[in-house]
């Protein structure tokens, strides 16, 4: 296997702005699932499976021995909310005091005003518990509504979107990935202040997702690090430069760029790669400092999966 060449972006010693960058966002060492959502407070979630969601890539450097979907089978036991931020995510509990009562753009007044098959909705549930949106469709009715999209779908599940997203419903579960709901508990207390972070990051490598806290600010990340990164996804891929799913590599507080040769691959599959120097060389050539990046298959996907195999 080929090694890649891997470019750090040039700052002068004092980054201290880089420090607290990652030192707020990355912790020292991985924790509990629970802790590490107390800590982080929010973490986006991305359905795209290539390479991974985004709420697993993220959580996987955080956690100790985190296995994919850990967080979908907790949640139930965990003090977090599906829901937005800036993005869609899993909440902090203790931040919807600042995101409650949410403004209704569309009303004159921006209050949301609950119209009367809404409160039927809300009425409802209480009574049923964790709430499936087939039962609330079975007992209101098989109505059809616009959404968002442009499309139809059941005006009572309808209903319980925008209850959730105004706060007076919450997301209890999910059942074969389909939302149950249930009332919303009272507002908690607010978060406290950040704390300067006074020491430096550990010897430690990591691939950044593009959304997760390191990164999904790309104006701070390229003020940082003085490199634009780009989530190229939904990019056409005569357009993208950095690749379909391209992660950011982070060294202490210094991130860089992995840049490979396209080569082929038994089984169409790239196998992982860990930092040394300025050099990254493939697992299997005796690398010893290959042990600090799990072996999860996955790197920087250059290209989309059906790329990757031609």
């Not at 607290?20 to 795209?48: C, H, K, N, Y």
């Not at 100790?64 to 139930?76: C, H, I, N, P």
Request: charged residues 30%.
């Amino acid at each position: 296997m080929s090694a890649g060449r891997f470019t750090l972006a040039r700052w002068p010693r004092s980054g201290g702005l880089r420090r607290q960058a990652v030192g707020w966002a990355l912790p020292r060492t991985a924790g509990t699932l629970a802790s590490t959502l107390s800590d982080m407070e929010f973490v986006q979630a991305d359905p795209i499976r290539a390479p991974a969601r985004a709420q697993d890539l993220i959580l996987r450097q955080r956690v100790r021995g985190y296995r994919v979907g850990d967080l979908e089978r907790q949640y139930a036991a965990l003090d977090v909310d599906e829901d937005r931020l800036y993005a869609y995510g899993f909440l902090a509990r203790r931040l919807r005091p600042y995101l409650y009562p949410r403004r209704d753009r569309r009303a004159p007044d921006d209050r949301f005003v609950l119209t009367e098959r809404a409160a039927n909705v809300l009425e409802f549930v209480p009574d049923r518990g964790v709430t499936h949106p087939r039962d609330v469709q079975a007992h209101f009715g098989q109505e059809r509504a616009t959404n968002d999209w442009g499309g139809t779908s059941s005006a009572t599940t309808l209903e319980l979107v925008r209850l959730r997203h105004y706060g007076f419903l919450r997301i209890a579960d999910r059942v074969a990935g389909v939302r149950r709901y249930e009332v919303t508990p009272p507002l908690g207390e607010p978060l406290d202040h950040l704390a300067p972070v006074e020491v430096d990051p550990p010897a430690r490598v990591r691939f950044l997702a593009p959304f997760d806290p390191v990164v999904w600010d790309r104006r701070r990340f390229a003020q940082l690090w003085s490199w634009e990164y780009r989530f190229e996804a939904y990019t056409p891929a005569r357009k993208r430069v950095l690749g379909y799913y391209a992660m950011p590599l982070l060294w202490r507080d210094r991130v860089g760029q992995l840049r490979r040769r396209r080569q082929r691959r038994r089984g169409g599959v790239r196998r992982p790669c860990a930092y040394r120097g300025h050099v990254c060389e493939g697992v299997g050539r005796g690398d010893r400092t290959a042990p600090i990046v799990p072996h999860t298959g996955i790197i920087s996907a250059s290209a989309t999966p059906n790329e990757e195999r031609s």
